[in-house]
């Protein structure tokens, strides 16, 4: 108690022992830290940025896989504890949550009224000020990354002073905030634009490659579909399974209006198992397994296809080997050229992709360090990873690779992953850092906001 007065962070709920490690999802890369604060309100978020003499960084849900959420030898801000709605208005259609709200628990309470999330991920677990600082996206048609849902955001600068920003009050801030990974604040309250939870009906149908970006124009982007994405499988990752979801007036099939929480996914776990470690595991998956999962009629709610768990992702252990992904945005004109390029490293290096989902976006207009500087598709790429630092290099080889096809491509990649780009190819993918840098020089002149992301490249 005497130590968290002396460190200003009293108001703090939590303050854990000096040199704690700060973990991630996939198991790689635990940050050691000098401080965990968690606070449980914007005041004291507040102290504890004014308390606290060194670096700070911000996490959440921590699914980030690279460092992002932790800085060396410094404070970590663990939101999680800042979970309470602040104002939800359903006749216009707005929430406003503490940063550190899951969006399964916005769902519990948008779903009574009829509402549902208009963007995030495809997963519900993460916390909302986190989708934000990553700027996080889903299968979602035509609504782009979750700041294009996003009114207004509250921070923390590093002064201690707390702000309203927006696109009309503190742009540029607002601007650097959202997909800014904690540069220039710390995000504590986000106001959302929400949408109508409806009835939806998924639709399956396989692409060619070639035709791809022409029959999802067609069929997807130019119909009122809700989600969307194709499935790119292993070993040629060349033959789009697309699977959409549609209005639907159709009875349902799944009456449930959420997923159940705390399910057990032992089944996905085995499959995992199955198709990674059992021969012919691509042709099991390919022939067997996906053709199984999609040939049932499915009509539910929007919400319940919105709040699937990431448990169904999750291995039995991480100890040996670990679940990681990519991402890549290519401009939709490139799609099957990166593809096929794509699939070339993969088998070059010999990389252990489970599958390719693929994904769309309108160009993003608003933060100032955007993955869709123009219309793109995303390709997300879940692989399986031994955790051995040889294995680890490995996979640093051919993520460079990748990145330097993307680049080829006029593509960017996703900063939320491991942390194997050069300075070259980050400064190459984001040329508009410059302008972040600028915003971070104003309202953080002594660069107390950092982690492993940013102490690497900015």
């Not at 198991?27 to 004291?44: F, H, I």
């Not at 003499?53 to 959440?60: D, E, L, N, S």
């Not at 916005?106 to 999330?117: K, N, R, S, T």
């Not at 009629?297 to 040996?320: C, F, G, M, Q, Y």
Request: net charge positive.
């Amino acid at each position: 108690m005497a130590e968290a007065s002396l460190l200003a962070l009293a108001p703090a709920r939590a303050l854990a022992a000096p040199a704690t490690l700060i973990e991630n999802v996939s198991g790689l890369y635990p940050v050691e830290v000098a401080r965990v604060a968690a606070p449980m309100s914007t005041a004291e978020v507040a102290a504890a940025v004014r308390g606290w003499p060194g670096k700070i960084a911000v996490g959440g849900g921590r699914y980030s896989m690279g460092g992002q959420v932790a800085i060396a030898g410094g404070l970590h801000l663990d939101m999680r504890g800042m979970k309470a709605l602040v104002k939800l208005d359903p006749a216009a259609r707005v929430a406003r949550v503490q940063a550190g709200m899951r969006w399964r628990d916005l769902q519990e309470l948008l779903d009574p009224h009829g509402l549902a999330v208009q963007t995030m991920q495809s997963f519900s677990n993460f916390t909302v000020g986190g989708a934000v600082s990553v700027n996080a996206h889903g299968r979602y048609v035509g609504n782009g990354p979750v700041v294009n849902s996003v009114r207004a955001l509250q921070l923390v600068l590093a002064d201690g002073r707390v702000v309203e920003a927006s696109r009309s009050s503190h742009p540029e801030l607002f601007r650097a905030a959202a997909g800014g990974y904690g540069a220039v604040g710390v995000i504590t309250e986000v106001e959302l634009a929400l949408a109508q939870n409806t009835r939806i009906e998924r639709v399956v149908t396989e692409v060619a490659l070639d035709d791809y970006p022409a029959w999802f124009r067609r069929e997807v982007l130019d119909c009122a579909c809700i989600f969307h994405n194709a499935d790119l499988l292993p070993p040629h990752f060349d033959a789009p399974v697309a699977v959409s979801w549609h209005p639907s007036g159709k009875p349902l099939t799944e009456t449930a209006r959420l997923v159940p929480r705390g399910q057990s996914y032992a089944l996905q776990q085995n499959v995992l198992f199955a198709v990674t470690e059992l021969p012919g595991g691509d042709l099991l998956r390919q022939r067997v397994i996906h053709p199984m999962l999609l040939e049932k009629p499915a009509v539910k709610w929007r919400n319940h296809e919105a709040s699937l768990d990431v448990a169904e992702l999750e291995p039995r252990t991480r100890r040996i080997s670990t679940y990681v992904l990519q991402e890549y945005f290519i401009p939709v004109r490139h799609f099957a050229g990166f593809a096929r390029a794509m699939a070339a490293v993969i088998r070059q290096y010999a990389a252990q992709v489970l599958n390719v989902s693929v994904r769309h976006s309108p160009p993003d207009a608003t933060c100032l360090l955007p993955w869709a500087k123009e219309e793109v598709f995303s390709f997300v790429l879940y692989y399986k990873q031994r955790t051995g630092a040889a294995h680890q290099r490995r996979a640093g080889a051919w993520t460079r690779a990748m990145i330097d096809t993307a680049l080829r491509f006029g593509g960017r990649y996703y900063l939320p992953y491991q942390l194997h780009a050069t300075r070259e190819q980050f400064e190459r993918a984001y040329p508009e850092v410059a302008a972040l840098r600028s915003v971070k020089r104003s309202n953080d002149p002594a660069g107390k906001f950092s982690n492993s992301l940013w102490a690497r490249y900015l």
